[in-house]
């Protein structure tokens, strides 16, 4: 599909997160979730996102994207994990009923760590750290 492959990396991140927005809200809606419970829990993968953005948009990756030959960015590798972790933990508690405020807020505790290595690595990416190690 032509249209798919003129995706930045920054757009293709937010175009599969309004997918999940939608996805997620049709399943609340189907398990009767709570969406005042989905909006916080949507909140807690923004700090993420936001991060993964603003570092590309900073200093764009000379590296493949996610889904094409090639090496991939660390930071976009990371991005994708964290997405999909909380895809799969938010679709969860939906299907079994769990609480998804309290979801979100331990989804949160772990945004300072991903999102001040997504931001380190505009700085000081590891592939110089570990050349720099090398000498």
């Known amino acids: 599909m032509k249209f798919f492959s003129n ?6 991140l937010v175009y599969i997160i309004v997918l999940l927005w939608i996805t997620m809200g049709l399943l609340g809606a189907y ?6 419970d989905l909006a916080i829990y949507f909140g807690s993968l923004t700090a993420y996102a936001a991060t993964y953005i603003w570092a590309e948009a900073k200093r764009p ?5 996610i889904f094409a030959k090639g090496p991939n960015s660390r930071r976009e ?3 994708y994990v964290v997405v999909i ?6 679709a969860g508690a939906i299907w079994f009923k769990a609480n ?8 949160v505790s772990l945004t300072g760590f991903v999102a001040s290595w997504i931001a380190g690595e505009v700085y000081t990416p590891q592939d110089e750290v570990n050349k720099n190690k090398e000498v």
């Open 7 to 12: 995706f930045g990396k920054r757009e293709g």
């Open 31 to 36: 398990k009767n979730a709570s969406f005042s």
């Open 61 to 65: 990756s000379a590296k493949s994207r």
């Open 77 to 79: 590798v990371m991005i």
């Open 85 to 90: 972790i909380w895809a799969i933990a938010g």
């Open 100 to 107: 998804i405020g309290e979801l979100a807020l331990y989804f």
